[in-house]
């Protein structure tokens, strides 16, 4: 790491004393009784956020001062914790600590994916170019996972980090949510269509693929805990999906069991086929994970709706679900109604994203009706899969608005 110049040590002082008062303020509060209302199973007012993170190149580089590299690490990740409030007027929570996490890293299988990308500065499309084309005859390529940690780097960034803000904003070890992916990383090196017919064509190897990579995530799970490195995954830890991990369940101090840790998992790879088949490939070894958490968020982009009387309703550590707008989103409701489990909704983004003016009128009866789905439900809404907001703040900061009105409006306990 380089060293830190005494004007950027300023830059980065300023930016902790902002979060500190904004932590502190009156608005943060009313914010986070919201968030703990949804922990504790009170359905008041639901949360209202619009994600950034597909367009950090707006929202947070083009605000960023400092020169040296190091610097500027620290600094993105202060404007990145205040986007929500300092922009678009959301329920971001902002934590009054600075938090860091062990650098530590899995991989289910011992092999790297290769992409193909689109051009363009700020392109996101890409292409898999496939590893792995016959798993038949490839197999032997996917064994091999890894994990393990970088304590010295951990270390060298504590004491960077405590040493420019410590004072202001004191140093909190966090965990985000345990994750076990498999089918994302798997397809990732063989291509959706290799995929799909290895379930077809190779059936029991694709069995031992996917027992291999849930070892190697159990053995992870053993090796943080015999290494003395889980941590509480409570309040502004962040929970996959871009969630918090406001809760009253686990414990805030003395982890040394995954079970006493929020999980996440999904498998929107398999979201084109049936429940039956994903019941049949991916819920056994997902069902085994499931199984090391103390509490569990599941779900990206796939439909959940088809998979919930069979499976996902089965497991009782489960607390946020995700709503894509690709499911039957009033379904989704009636099985989530008067329970314990978030209706973690993402609303469709074509409506901020789409150039010209924003269809004001469009957007409130989209929302009406994602209001009227989570209704007596815990909602917690959040606009991801935003790419662009056209650099316009204040675009975003109306989109935030309009869905609060309507949260207020057409949202019932």
Known sequence: MDMISSSDREILRDLAKKQLVCANSP?????????????????ETPTVRLLWSNFGHEVVTPRMRCTGETARSLEYSLLATMVGRDLFDDDTPITPEFL???????????????????????????????????????ADKLKGGSFGVDREKTAAWINLVQDTIGDILPVRMAMGSLGGAITNPLVSL???????????????????????????????????????????????????????????ELPEENVTSTTQCWGFLESQETTAVSPETYGEFVYPYQDRL??????????????????????????????????????????????????????????????????????????????????????????????????TIFGDYERGRRYVQIAKECVEEYWKP
């Not at 608005?27 to 359905?43: D, F, H, P």
């Not at 996490?101 to 700020?122: C, D, E, L, M």
């Not at 150039?355 to 009128?361: H, I």
């Open 100 to 138: 860091v996490y062990w650098n530590t890293w899995v991989s289910p299988f011992g092999i790297q994916p290769h992409y193909t990308r689109a051009s363009g500065k700020h392109a996101m499309g890409y292409h898999i170019d496939p590893v792995v084309e016959d798993l038949g005859q490839d």
């Open 27 to 43: 608005q943060n509060q009313t914010i986070l009784k919201k968030w703990k209302a949804l922990a504790e199973g009170r359905r």
């Open 290 to 387: 499931v199984k090391r958490f103390g509490l569990l968020s599941y779900g990206c982009c796939e439909r959940v709706d088809a998979l919930w009387p069979d499976y996902l309703s089965k497991w009782k550590n489960l607390r946020k679900l995700s709503v894509s707008p690709f499911n039957n989103e009033p379904q989704i409701g009636e099985y989530l109604r008067g329970s314990n489990v978030v209706y973690y909704s993402k609303p469709r983004a074509e409506f901020v994203t789409n150039p010209g003016p924003m269809d004001e009128e469009a957007l409130r009866v989209y929302f009406k009706g994602v209001c009227e789905a989570a209704s007596g439900c815990l909602f917690e809404m959040a606009q991801r899969e935003v790419g």
């Open 190 to 248: 063989m291509g959706m269509e290799n995929y799909y017919c290895a379930m077809y064509d190779y059936p029991e190897k694709l069995h031992e693929i996917m027992d291999m990579a849930t070892k190697v995530y159990k053995d992870y799970f053993d090796f943080l805990e015999k290494e003395k490195l889980l941590v509480p995954t409570r309040d502004f830890c962040p929970v996959a999906q871009e969630s918090f991990a406001f809760n009253h």
